[in-house]
C-alpha cells in the first residue's frame, strides 16, 4: 500500500474514533436525560443522515484506472470537458494536475487550514476531512484531444472517433463528445460533486466544462439467498445480468483492456474504450404498455430478470439455438440482438456500467428520465458500435431516444506517486518528435 493511502488511512481512522467518541457522548448523554431521549427518539427533523461506508476505498494507483471493472457505486457522473492546453507543457500540466486532485481525492483526508484572506482551499461541502467514500475518478480523451494537436494526431488510438449519429439518435450538439471525459462514481452525489467542484477550481485556465450527466444506481436490500443481483433500470428491468464479469481478471484482459498486440500504439495499453450515452426513456408510454409486452421487447421477465420461457434467475443463459424462429424470444427482443450469442459475435462483447438519471420535466410536461449508458471495451467497432448496430431499428426504440454522449480512450493507470495520467502518451509524443 502507498504511503498516500496509508496517510488516509490514518485519517479515516481518526475521524471514526471522532464519530465514536460523539456517538458515545450521545448515548451517555441520553443515559442521563432518559425523558429527553424519549421525547426525541428519532432525531431532529434536520438531523444529518450518517453512512457506514464513507470510509470504503478504491485504489488509485495501478496499472489500469479504477472505476472500470470496479464495482458499480450508488452515485454516478460523466462530465465532458474541453481544454485550452495546447503545447506538450500545458497538457503536461494539465494531466499532473488531474493526477494529484484524484490522487488525494480518493484518499481522503483534511482540507487544509483555512486563511480567512483567501477563498477556501475546499468547497467544504463535505466538512473539514474529506472521507473516500469509495470514490473513483476516470480520465478519458475524446478524438478531439488528439485531432486539435497536431503534435498528438499520430499518436491517436486505433479506434478512437468522433460519434456519428445512429439511426434512432436526436442528438444535442450540447450533450455530446468533448476533448476528454471524467467520470466520477461514489456512494453519495455529495461526494461526487465535491469531487467535481475541486477538479474546476484548480483548472480554471484549462478546462471548460462541455456537459455533464448525474446517474444513480437502487440500492437494493440484502438479499436472502445471497444470490448476486442486477439493479433496476428505469424501465423496471434489472440491468446488468449478462454483463461480462469483472472480477475475472483474464476476462476482462480479452473484453476490456487494451493489450500489447501491435494494433495500437504500445503507450496506450491497459488502456479502454469509453462509450457514453444519455438515452431517454418515454416512461409515461413505457408504464401504459403491457407487462407481456415489455418483456417480449427486453426479452427477459421483470420481476426476476429470467430470460424467457426460463422460471429460474436472472444467471440462466438464454439458448437461442433451440429457438431459432424466435418462438420464445423474438429475434428482435432487446438481449437477442445485443448478444446473439453466436461464436462470431463472442468478440462484441462490452462491459456496461450504466447509471440512471432524472433531470426534472420536459417543456411538454414529462418526466425526463433515461439511462447514462457507459460501456467499456477493447475494440470500440467491435465492442459498442456493432452492437448498436444491431439494435438500430429493434422495437424498444419506439421508448428511448438518446440524446447524447461520446467516444472517449480512457488513459492506462497511474502505477505510482512519480507517476502521472498520460505520462505514456507524452513520452511518446516526445520520442517522435526527437
Ligand atoms: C449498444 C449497446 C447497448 C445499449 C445502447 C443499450 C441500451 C439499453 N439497454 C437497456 C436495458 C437492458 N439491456 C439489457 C441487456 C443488454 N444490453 C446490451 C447493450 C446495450 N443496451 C447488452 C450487450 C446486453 C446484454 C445482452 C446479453 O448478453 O444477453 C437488459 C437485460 C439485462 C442485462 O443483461 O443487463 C436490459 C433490461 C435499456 C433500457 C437501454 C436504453 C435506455
Ligand atoms: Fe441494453
Known amino acids: 500500500m502507498s504511503n498516500e493511502s496509508d496517510r488516509g488511512g490514518s485519517m479515516v481512522t481518526d475521524r471514526r474514533r471522532l464519530l465514536m467518541g460523539l456517538a458515545g457522548g450521545a448515548a451517555a448523554a441520553a443515559a442521563l436525560a432518559p425523558a429527553a431521549a424519549a421525547q426525541r427518539p428519532q432525531g431532529q427533523v434536520a438531523e ?7 470510509s470504503e476505498r478504491q485504489p488509485f494507483h495501478g496499472s489500469t484506472q479504477s472505476g472500470v471493472v470496479t464495482p458499480r457505486p450508488a452515485a454516478g457522473m460523466v462530465v465532458a470537458f474541453d481544454t485550452l492546453a495546447e503545447s506538450p507543457a500545458e497538457v503536461e500540466r494539465l494531466l499532473r494536475t488531474l493526477t494529484e486532485r484524484f490522487r488525494f481525492l480518493m484518499a481522503g483526508g483534511p482540507v487544509p487550514d483555512l486563511d480567512p484572506k483567501l477563498p477556501p482551499a475546499d468547497s467544504g461541502i463535505l466538512g473539514p476531512v474529506i472521507s473516500p467514500d469509495n470514490l473513483t475518478i476516470t480520465l478519458s480523451l475524446g478524438d478531439s484531444f488528439f ?3 497536431p503534435w498528438l494526431r499520430a499518436l491517436k488510438p486505433r479506434c478512437l ?17 468533448g476533448d476528454l471525459s471524467i467520470q466520477i462514481c461514489a456512494n453519495t452525489p455529495d461526494t461526487t460533486i465535491h469531487a467535481l467542484r475541486d477538479i474546476i477550481k484548480v483548472l480554471p485556465d484549462l478546462l471548460v466544462i462541455r456537459w ?9 436490500p440484502p438479499s436472502r439467498d445471497g444470490q448476486q443481483e442486477s439493479a433496476r433500470n428505469f424501465l423496471g428491468f434489472r440491468d446488468g445480468s449478462a454483463n461480462p464479469d469483472s472480477r475475472d481478471a483474464r476476462l476482462m484482459d480479452t473484453v476490456v483492456w487494451v493489450g500489447a498486440d501491435g494494433e495500437e500504439p504500445a503507450w496506450a495499453r491497459a488502456g479502454t474504450y469509453q462509450a457514453v450515452r444519455v438515452i431517454r426513456n418515454f416512461v409515461e408510454r413505457w408504464d401504459r404498455t403491457p407487462l407481456a409486452e415489455q418483456e417480449v421487447i427486453v426479452g427477459r421477465q421483470k420481476p426476476s430478470g429470467a430470460p424467457l420461457g426460463h422460471a429460474g434467475t436472472e444467471a440462466d443463459v438464454p439458448d437461442y439455438g433451440r429457438d431459432p424462429q424466435g418462438a420464445v424470444t423474438p429475434l428482435d427482443a432487446h438481449i437477442r440482438l445485443a448478444n446473439p450469442r453466436r461464436p462470431g459475435t463472442q468478440s462484441n462483447l462490452i462491459l456496461r456500467r450504466p447509471f440512471n438519471y432524472s433531470n426534472g420535466v420536459t417543456r411538454n410536461g414529462q418526466l425526463d428520465q433515461g439511462l447514462l449508458f457507459i460501456a467499456y471495451q477493447a475494440d470500440l467497432d467491435q465492442g459498442f458500435i456493432a452492437v448498436q448496430r444491431r439494435l438500430d431499428g429493434e422495437p424498444l426504440e419506439e421508448y428511448i431516444k438518446p440524446v447524447g454522449g461520446g467516444y472517449f480512450f480512457t488513459l492506462p493507470g497511474v502505477r505510482d506517486e512519480e507517476d502521472f495520467l498520460g505520462r505514456s502518451l507524452l513520452q511518446a509524443a516526445s520520442d517522435l518528435k526527437a
Open 161 to 177: 472517433q468522433r460519434m456519428a449519429r445512429f439511426p434512432n439518435d436526436a442528438l444535442d450538439p450540447s450533450l455530446c463528445h
Open 212 to 220: 455533464k450527466q448525474e446517474g444513480t444506481v437502487p440500492i437494493l
Open 147 to 149: 485531432e486539435g494537436r
Open 48 to 54: 444529518a443522515p450518517h453512512s457506514d461506508k464513507a
